[in-house]
Antibody, heavy 121, light 110 residues
Framework: QVQLQESGPGLVKPSQTLSLTCTVSGGSIGSASYYWSWIRQPAGKGLEWIGR???????NYNPSLKSRVTISVDTSKNQFSLNLSSVTAADTAVYYC?????????????WGQGTLVTVSS | QSVLTQPPSASGTPGQRVTISCSGSSSNIGSNYVYWFQQLPGTAPKLLIY???QRPSGVPDRFSGSKSGTSGSLAISGLRSDDEADYYCAAWDDNLSCVVFGGGTKVTVL
């Protein structure tokens, strides 16, 4: 059974960089069959896709966040990471990592439990 | 404002059938599959429907999806109290080159 677990600081100061890591267990992040994604959800609001990465390092980002987002992968640790720079209060949200089926980027079949990140001084 | 449009709420009594719509455009639903996610209170979203009308293993057949033109819909038949949740539609958008979600529909069992 594949499991994903987000980790990282729960509080980030405005203008700083938000950094989160997703650890995958029960499966290899290097598998050719999957993409690895980040999605966020502000309190009481809907879901927003941030971007995704393939094991090769190939990435795609939401154009609304592209200038501030970097997603990277570390296959040796079975982890992938999210960096979001120049954060503001609008970036306060629960951040989820999820697995997507290759060829079906919307087919997010396994999700982490989510981690709340608050942007505040 | 979400790229995909859903009604904010829907409701029904136990045993009833509830349908949730998801309206998009030619660049998303019109040319790609529709997906549906269920988010129970305080939990992560769960894949409910993929490729318009396919159910992952373990999802009851009370849940069904369909697509017509630039709109998709999710039907829940035999409504149960534990179906109370937020439901989100999603699709790939060819113009934006990203995954887009609907704003979500809160289903209440009366």
């Amino acid at each position: 059974q594949v499991q994903l677990q987000e980790s990282g600081p729960g509080l980030v100061k405005p203008s700083q960089t938000l950094s989160l890591t997703c650890t995958v267990s029960g499966g290899s992040i290097g598998s050719a069959s999957y993409y690895w994604s980040w999605i966020r959800q502000p309190a009481g609001k809907g879901l927003e896709w941030i971007g995704r990465i393939y094991s090769s390092g190939s990435t795609n980002y939401n154009p609304s966040l592209k200038s501030r987002v970097t997603i990277s992968v570390d296959t040796s640790k079975n982890q992938f990471s999210l960096n979001l720079s120049s954060v503001t209060a609008a970036d306060t949200a629960v951040y989820y990592c999820a697995r997507a089926i290759k060829g079906e980027w919307v087919r997010l079949d396994y999700w982490g439990q989510g981690t709340l990140v608050t942007v505040s001084s | 404002q979400s790229v995909l449009t859903q009604p904010p709420s829907a409701s029904g009594t136990p045993g009833q059938r509830v349908t949730i719509s998801c309206s998009g455009s030619s660049s998303n639903i019109g040319s790609n599959y529709v997906y549906w996610f269920q988010q129970l209170p305080g939990t992560a979203p769960k894949l409910l429907i993929y490729r318009n009308n396919q159910r992952p293993s373990g999802v009851p057949d009370r849940f069904s999806g369909s697509k017509s033109g630039t709109s998709g819909s999710l039907a829940i038949s035999g409504l149960r109290s534990d179906d109370e949740a937020d439901y989100y539609c999603a699709a790939w958008d060819d113009n934006l080159s990203c995954v887009v979600f609907g704003g979500g529909t809160k289903v209440t069992v009366l």
